[in-house]
């Protein structure tokens, strides 16, 4: 159990999968995955394009069979999942898999018809229509829909009945900011109201809106924490920024390299005129950086402890375990 679990008290896995490995001919997919993941809460799914985010969760909805490993969703191995299970799950896949000759309130229909809602068809259209702003659009045929508004048809589908549990694989690619955020705030609604949401994300940032976050890299899925932990651990340190006026030598540079404190570092900007650094403690390092500064006749102009953002975070987690690997 990850350190983020030990505040569930006895936490009830609603996913639960071990050593999970899916190989395409030699080519492996997934490899090793382990993870668990409680009821009632967002766990985000993040990795570069072709890590296995969208394998992982073709695996975990029985759509793909393990090479080897095994997995349970409902206390249930996928593959014998009954009718019952399956009203208990929404999907949103990344591709548009709908009907492109029906249109979108047929569709939504079609959609309500198989999971057996009847009682309050009407309204759960009306209301899965207006949150992803497709009102006034019912009679348009989804072949005949943008990009992303075929995205919003896509959600919209997956939400319908109300599922317990919901697989969300991108579910804001191509959408504006505004919705993007109106989605987000949708998302924990649902979660108020007890629903568990699995949610892969091209957008590192929205990590910060979930409650846990799995970061895959080549396959593999490196770390689960939470938001607040992966900055802790992803950046190792601190992050410092200084801007200067002169570019620096590579002598100097190296020289600060060598120094003890730092424990990494990267120039950023094409002038080489900004300064980040990685370090144990931001108050005690920036005295002695700028006193190397001045002894060395560079102005400085700014320097200052970052608070570091997602993708920050992110490319240190890749890049650590690619070295590592």
Request: hydrophobic residues 40%; aromatic residues 8%.
């Amino acid at each position: 159990m990850i350190d983020s679990y030990k505040n569930i008290n006895e936490p009830n896995w609603i996913i639960e999968a071990n050593a999970l490995t899916k190989n395409f001919n030699k080519q492996v997919a997934v490899e090793d995955l382990s993870v668990q993941i409680p009821q009632n809460a967002i766990f985000g799914f993040i990795g570069p394009s072709g890590s296995g985010k969208t394998t992982t969760v073709r695996l975990l909805l029985g759509i793909y069979p393990p090479s080897s490993g095994d997995v349970e969703v409902f206390g249930h191995k996928p593959h014998r999942f009954t009718q019952n299970d399956r009203r208990k799950i929404g999907y949103m896949p990344q591709l548009f898999i709908l009907q492109d000759g029906l249109t979108v309130r047929q569709n939504l229909s079609f959609t309500a018809s198989l999971y057996g809602l009847i009682r309050h068809r009407k309204k759960r259209i009306k209301e899965t229509l207006n949150l992803v702003e497709l009102t006034g659009h019912e009679k348009k045929r989804a072949r005949d829909l943008s990009g992303g508004m075929q995205r919003r048809l896509s959600l919209a589908a997956a939400l319908l009945h109300s599922p317990e549990l919901i697989f969300l694989d991108e579910p804001t690619a191509g959408i504006d900011p505004v919705l993007r955020k109106k989605f987000w705030n949708h998302f924990h609604e649902l979660k108020k109201q007890g629903h568990t949401l699995f949610i892969t994300t091209q957008y590192v940032a929205e990590a910060a809106y979930c409650d846990y976050v799995g970061v895959m890299s080549d396959g593999r899925l490196i770390m689960v924490e939470t938001p607040q932990n992966l900055k802790r651990i992803g950046m190792g340190g601190e992050l410092i920024e200084l801007i200067y006026e002169n570019e620096l030598r590579e002598n100097q540079i190296e020289q600060i390299r060598n120094q003890n404190i730092i424990k990494q570092w990267h120039i950023q900007s094409l002038d080489h005129q900004r300064l980040k650094l990685i370090v144990d403690d931001a108050a005690e390092v920036l005295p002695l950086l700028l006193n190397w500064f001045q002894e060395n006749e560079i102005t400085v102009k700014e320097a200052q402890k970052l608070e570091p953002t997602f993708d920050d975070v992110f490319v240190q987690l890749i890049e650590r375990h690619r070295k590592n690997a």
